[in-house]
């Protein structure tokens, strides 16, 4: 049984509080596409795996375009690593569509692909958000790629904000966001995301890949009150895509369960 199962069991009985992991992995694909120009799925999926992550959120992902032959690569990648996959394209692209996809251990309870603010000549982007549990006790992912224009970006947030304030109640949800964010930890977009209780569980540079200089992939929790940050780290892979990918080990305490009431 999945370690995100047994967090929703626990939940629901007069068991002891518990301590519930999640292995949380953000990666920029670049399409499959590597520093050595050859699209290599499986030197990603390899990547992936060296981590044995619970959720993942990628970046960059042709759906049957012909620069990648055509290849569904979010359904290629979830063969290759074992996991489910949810796909939300962005736009799309060369006879097929591009876009963002999380890679999960279980299954998702349900999905959608939110469209970001778009501005005329930029590229489209998007907002996929997927629910993991039952409610009222679930949890939510939300992966995205924002655009390289700060105006854009800032709009994009609005857009974050509302989607990802939606959850009522004390134990209804934990919230991850992650994606290549396309800023860094010092600014305006990073600042608001902190002012309404997001926090960052990596920290290290990501681009270049090659003795890369700054952060722009991020994974966010919420609220930071609930989590503990165990392991974080930049992973040295400098072939496969053109961002490091980043990984993180994110600890919470479920409190003890009251007991139940009588049953009617």
């Known amino acids: 049984m999945s370690r995100f199962i047994v967090l929703f069991l626990l939940i629901a009985t007069t068991l002891p509080a518990e301590t519930i992991t999640l292995r949380v992995l953000s990666y920029n694909i670049h399409h499959g596409e590597g520093m050595d120009g050859r699209i290599d799925l499986e030197r990603i ?9 619970d959720l993942v959120g990628l970046q960059e992902v042709d759906v049957r375009t012909r620069r990648s032959g055509g290849v569904d690569q979010a359904l290629v990648l979830a063969q290759l690593t074992g996991m489910h996959v949810v796909y939300g394209a962005t736009m799309p692209f060369q006879n097929g569509l591009y876009g963002n996809a999380v890679l999960s ?10 469209a970001l603010p778009p501005n005329p000549g930029h590229e489209p982007r998007a907002l996929l958000a997927a629910r993991f549990g039952a409610r009222p006790f679930a949890g939510h992912l939300y992966a995205t790629h924002l655009d390289i224009h700060r105006e854009d970006r800032l709009n994009s947030l609005e857009r974050i904000l509302k989607a990802t304030n939606t959850e009522k109640g004390l134990f209804t949800s934990f919230k991850i966001l992650i994606g ?26 990501t681009v270049p890949v ?55």
């Open 45 to 53: 999926a390899r990547v992936i795996r060296s981590v044995d992550p």
């Open 180 to 205: 290549d964010l396309n800023d860094t930890p010092d600014s305006e977009l990073l600042r608001r995301l902190h002012d309404v209780g997001w926090r960052s569980a990596v920290t290290g540079p």
């Open 210 to 264: 090659v003795d890369p200089k700054r952060q722009i992939d991020f994974i966010l929790f919420h609220p930071p009150t609930l989590w503990r940050v165990g392991e974080q780290r930049v992973l040295v892979e400098e072939v496969a895509s053109d961002h490091r990918p980043i990984f993180a080990v994110l600890e919470f305490d479920l409190p003890e369960p009251s007991a139940p009431g009588p049953q009617r």
């Open 105 to 114: 251990r279980w299954p998702a309870a349900e999905f959608s692909n939110f």
